[in-house]
């Protein structure tokens, strides 16, 4: 499973062992997974059905694969993520937070973050369940950084910027005046 370039998405898969004679209406199971692609998606059914029950692709059939999208996308929210993965030295299990506006990119932020922090590979990360956090239960000192009310991102030192077929800070392309980069 590569991730490389592109963002995790948010599938819905439900899937049954294939009907025989003896079971003609096995029963279904829901998962959702989070994959770069259907295909993926898929594959880690699989493989989490062949974990859990004793269920695999030769054996079952696929009855569903949707990819679920979140309708309030303009709000940045706090979302906080717990997982287990596999090191070099053992299994893990860690809970982080983050901020975005989707959980997919939540997800893919996690994703990242572990390849850099940890060098863990996509493969080697099992999502267990993520939730939507309120500001008031923030455990991480970064997410906390930002809840507060008279939040400000100032923008000192500014260089006024050339516009559409003129140059930027004066008609000539070298001056002797430095510019001015303090609007306060």
Known sequence: MTVAGGKMRQYQVVGRKAATLDQPNPEAYRMILFAPSPVVAKSKFWYYMHQFRKMKKTTGEILD????KEKDNKVVKNYGIWLRYDSRSGTHNMYREFRDVTLTGAVSQLYDEMAGRHRTRP????IIRT???A???L???NGMQFI???LKFPLPHRVASGKRGQKALSSRTFTTVRPT???G
């Open 65 to 68: 694969c949707v990819e679920l």
């Open 131 to 133: 939730a939507t956090v």
């Open 123 to 126: 493969r080697s990360i099992q």
């Open 148 to 150: 507060s009310a008279d």
């Open 181 to 183: 980069t303090f609007f």
């Open 135 to 137: 500001d008031e239960d």
């Open 139 to 141: 455990k991480r000192t």
